[in-house]
DNA sequence: TAATAAAGTTAGACTAATCTAACAAATAAA
DNA sequence: TTTATTTGTTAGATTAGTCTAACTTTATTA
C-alpha cells in the first residue's frame, strides 16, 4: 500500500507519541497538536486511516496504531534515524541540523536505497542523538530509562543520549562541552532548585534540573560492563 | 520562492524539451506529454507558473522559461545528477537504477545537504549517464553532440555519454559490453541498413542504427588531446 | 481561399488536505 | 447530580492538482 507523505506523518506521529509519553492513550486533540493541524483535520485523516486498517480508532475513542500501521511507522523512523547518520557521519552536518533534512529524506520511497544506506553505514544502532535505528524487521534496541538527574552527587556516568531533539538544546549541550559518550561526573547539587554541578574532561558546568532531565545516561555500574535493570 | 514539488517538474520539463529537442518553441501539448498529464492539466499549470514569473508566455502562444525559471529548473538537474551520482558511487547502485530514486530526491530542500554532498563526491562534472551536472551557479560543461553512428569505418572512438536514458537501453548497453569511457573500433557498417559491427575490449558486437545513434562519442582526434569543434 | 486537422483553452467536476464555526459527548468540578 | 470545561465531531468552504468534454484558435491541406 503506498501512502502520501501526509498519512506517513500521522502514523510516524502517533508512534512517536506512544514512545515519549509512554502512554498509549492518544487522542484527537494531542494528535493534533503534534502535527501542528486542527482536531477537526486530524479527524478526517484519522477515518481515512481507519479505513485503510493502520489506526485502531473508535468514534469519541483512543486511537491505536494496528499492527501494519506501526511496522510503517517504525520503517519511517528507521529512515529518519539512518538519514540523520547519514548526514552527521558522511557529510559533516552538524548533530543540530540534522533533523530538519531527516523529515524529508524519510519519505523517500525505495526500500534498496535504505538498505544500501544501511549496509554503507555499517548498520548502525542509534543516531546522532543516541536514539536506536530500528532494523528492517522493525525491531528496535530498547532505548535508555535513566537521565543525569537520576543520578547521585559523587557518581559517574555516561551521556548515551539526548532527550529533547531541539536544536535550540542540541546546540547548548556543545556549549557545555558535552556530547555522546562523554563520561560525566556530579560534582554537587543544589538542594533547592538542583542545580548540579558536572565535571566533564576536566571541566565544571553548572547545569539545570530541567537540562539534566533531558540528559540520557548509564550509571556507573553499566558503565563498568555490569548489567543494571534500572538503566536501560 | 518555495515550489511546490509539482511546479518544479513542470519547469525541469520545460528545460529538458529545449535540451533535448534543441528547439526552444514549446507548446502545451508537448508539455503535458512530456509530464504525461492531460493538456488541460498543463494549461492550468503555465498560467500559474506565468504568475509566478516563471515562464514567459501567452495564451495560444509558444512557451519559454524566464531567466529565474530557468536557473530553478538547473538546480533541479543539479540536483538530480549529484544524486544519482552518489547513489551510483557511493551506494553501489546500477546506472539504469538511478533515474527513478533521484526522481525523488532532486526535490529535497536543502542548499547546505546539496552543497555538502557536491563536495562529499569531489565535485564531479558528469553523472553515471554522461551527462554534466551544472554547478551552484547553474553552468555547465556543453554536452556531446556526435555520436557512434557519425563515427566512419575504419575510426576509433570513445564513449562519453547515452542519450536515451531508459533503463531498458541502459541495461542493453552494458550486456554489449559497452560502459562510460570504453575505446570503441567502428569496424565495418551494412549500407542498407547501417548495422554496425564494434569492437569494444577485444570483443566485436553488432549494433542497430538506433542503437548507435544514443551512444555519444569523442572522435578520434579528441582522443589523442586535439581539439575539434564538432565533438562538444 | 475554404475546409479540415491539430493545438490550445475553458468550464465544471473530483480528491486530498486543510481550515473555521457550530455542535455533541465525555469528563471534571461544584 | 447538575453545571462547566474539555475533548471530539460534523458541516461547509478553500486550495492544489488533476480529469473529461466541449469549445476556440491556429495551422495545414486540398
Ligand atoms: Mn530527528
Ligand atoms: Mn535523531
Ligand atoms: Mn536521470
Ligand atoms: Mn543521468
Same mark, same amino acid.
Given at each position: 500500500?503506498?501512502?502520501?507523505?501526509?498519512?506517513?506523518?500521522?502514523?510516524?506521529?502517533?508512534?512517536?507519541?506512544?514512545?515519549?509519553?509512554?502512554? %498509549?492513550?492518544?487522542?484527537?486533540?494531542?494528535?493534533?497538536?503534534? =502535527?501542528?493541524?486542527?482536531?477537526?483535520?486530524?479527524?478526517?485523516?484519522?477515518?481515512?486511516?481507519?479505513? &485503510?486498517?493502520?489506526?485502531?480508532?473508535?468514534?469519541?475513542?483512543?486511537?491505536?496504531?494496528?499492527?501494519?500501521?506501526?511496522?510503517?511507522?517504525?520503517?519511517?523512523?528507521?529512515?529518519?534515524? =539512518?538519514?540523520?547518520?547519514? =548526514?552527521?557521519?558522511?557529510?559533516?552536518?552538524?548533530?543540530?541540523?540534522?533533523? @530538519?533534512?531527516?523529515?524529508? =529524506?524519510?519519505?523517500?520511497?525505495?526500500?534498496?536505497?535504505?538498505?544500501?544506506?544501511?549496509?554503507?553505514? %555499517?548498520?548502525?544502532?542509534?543516531?546522532?542523538?543516541?536514539?536506536?535505528?530500528?532494523?528492517?524487521?522493525?525491531?528496535?534496541?530498547?532505548?535508555?530509562?535513566?537521565?543525569?538527574?537520576?543520578?547521585?552527587?559523587?557518581? !559517574?556516568?555516561?551521556?548515551?543520549?539526548?532527550?529533547? %531533539?531541539? !536544536? !535550540?538544546?542540541?546546540?547548548?549541550?556543545?556549549?557545555?562541552?558535552?556530547?555522546?559518550?562523554?563520561?560525566?561526573?556530579?560534582?554537587? &547539587?543544589?538542594?533547592?532548585?538542583?542545580?548540579?554541578?558536572? @565535571?566533564?574532561?576536566?571541566?565544571?558546568?553548572?547545569?539545570?534540573?530541567?537540562?539534566?532531565?533531558?540528559?540520557?545516561?548509564?550509571?556507573?555500574?553499566?558503565?563498568?560492563?555490569?548489567?543494571?535493570?534500572?538503566?536501560?
Amino acid at each position: 500500500m503506498l501512502l502520501s507523505y501526509t498519512e506517513e506523518n500521522y502514523l510516524k506521529a502517533l508512534l512517536k507519541i506512544t514512545f515519549n509519553s509512554g502512554i %498509549n492513550e492518544v487522542g484527537t486533540n494531542k494528535l493534533a497538536a503534534s =502535527l501542528v493541524v486542527k482536531p477537526a483535520t486530524a479527524n478526517d485523516m484519522l477515518k481515512k486511516l481507519k479505513e &485503510k486498517e493502520l489506526v485502531k480508532y473508535e468514534k469519541y475513542g483512543k486511537i491505536k496504531l494496528s499492527k501494519s500501521g506501526q511496522k510503517i511507522a517504525l520503517d519511517i523512523i528507521r529512515k529518519h534515524r =539512518l538519514w540523520e547518520t547519514f =548526514l552527521y557521519q558522511k557529510l559533516e552536518f552538524s548533530w543540530d541540523e540534522v533533523h @530538519e533534512v531527516a523529515e524529508q =529524506l524519510e519519505h523517500i520511497k525505495s526500500e534498496k536505497l535504505i538498505d544500501k544506506l544501511d549496509k554503507y553505514l %555499517n548498520f548502525p544502532e542509534f543516531d546522532p542523538h543516541g536514539d536506536p535505528i530500528p532494523n528492517r524487521n522493525g525491531e528496535l534496541k530498547v532505548h535508555y530509562k535513566k537521565t543525569l538527574s537520576d543520578i547521585a552527587v559523587g557518581s !559517574s556516568c555516561k551521556m548515551v543520549a539526548v532527550k529533547d %531533539n531541539s !536544536s !535550540s538544546f542540541l546546540q547548548y549541550i556543545i556549549k557545555v562541552g558535552l556530547g555522546i559518550n562523554n563520561q560525566i561526573k556530579v560534582i554537587s &547539587k543544589q538542594e533547592y532548585d538542583s542545580i548540579t554541578i558536572i @565535571e566533564v574532561n576536566d571541566i565544571l558546568s553548572s547545569v539545570s534540573l530541567k537540562f539534566a532531565e533531558n540528559i540520557y545516561v548509564l550509571c556507573g555500574d553499566c558503565i563498568e560492563g555490569k548489567k543494571c535493570f534500572e538503566c536501560q
